[in-house]
T-cell receptor, first 113, second 113 residues
Framework: ETGVTQTPRHLVMGMTNKKSLKCEQH?????MYWYKQSAKKPLELMFV???????ENNSVPSRFSPECPNSSHLFLHLHTLQPEDSALYLC????????????FGPGTRLTVL | RKEVEQDPGPFNVPEGATVAFNCTYS??????FFWYRQDCRKEPKLLMS???SGNEDGRFTAQLNRASQYISLLIRDSKLSDSATYLC??????????????FGIGTKLQVIP
């Protein structure tokens, strides 16, 4: 399935590096999300965009910086991360009016050394 | 109390067995309920919605008990391919002007031959 794609699939970075995660959806949705999934924890919603506008930021540290240039693309810029930021980062999209039915991308597995 | 609570398991069951998972939620104003499935190292995917009257999809039956604030998922005649983590998802209340969607930690099911 190629409804929601994410690149890269795996990323290893040092604490001083700057990297970006990319998400693209081909479903015609206008809401996009970034989630963090760590071991033994529920999915943590990080950011929500509706029609390119950020509508939610769930107290995410500033070392994570999202960007949504249009309804189909979403980026997560990473800068001076910590080892505890190592996790699976999932992008999702949904129709704006039906947030419950989200379609997820395959995720980027991030390791911070 | 967690907003959405699940027993993380793992539940190890033999092929052909019937297994049931429960999920409790704390917000009595919650309106919509879902089960997602997440295979190992893959993204979550919507499995089924949960309705007050109960609903069935093949070997899978979902039930909602609003009075006790829990939902359940019953899997009959378990297959090896059912091995996955089952995420309970609850929607309701408001977040940033939109419906809030909360994921449980998931219950891991391992079907053994």
């Amino acid at each position: 399935e190629t409804g929601v794609t994410q690149t890269p699939r795996h990323l290893v970075m040092g604490m001083t590096n700057k990297k970006s995660l990319k998400c693209e959806q081909h479903l015609g949705h206008n809401a996009m999300y970034w989630y963090k999934q760590s071991a033994k924890k529920p999915l943590e919603l990080m950011f929500v965009y509706n029609f390119k506008e950020q509508t939610e930021n769930n107290s995410v540290p500033s070392r994570f910086s999202p960007e949504c240039p249009n309804s189909s693309h979403l980026f997560l810029h990473l800068h001076t991360l910590q080892p505890e930021d190592s996790a699976l980062y999932l992008c999702a999209s949904s129709p704006r009016t039906n947030r419950q039915q989200q379609f997820f991308g395959p995720g980027t597995r991030l390791t911070v050394l | 109390r967690k907003e959405v609570e699940q027993d993380p398991g793992p539940f190890n069951v033999p092929e052909g067995a019937t297994v049931a998972f429960n999920c409790t939620y704390s917000n009595s104003a919650s309106q919509s309920f879902f089960w997602y499935r997440q295979d190992c190292r893959k993204e979550p995917k919507l499995l089924m919605s949960v309705y007050s009257s109960g609903n069935e999809d093949g070997r899978f039956t979902a039930q909602l008990n609003r009075a006790s604030q829990y939902i359940s998922l019953l899997i009959r005649d378990s297959k090896l391919s059912d091995s996955a983590t089952y995420l309970c998802v609850v929607s309701g209340g408001s977040s940033g002007g939109y419906q809030k969607v909360t994921f449980g930690i998931g219950t891991k099911l391992q079907v053994i031959p």
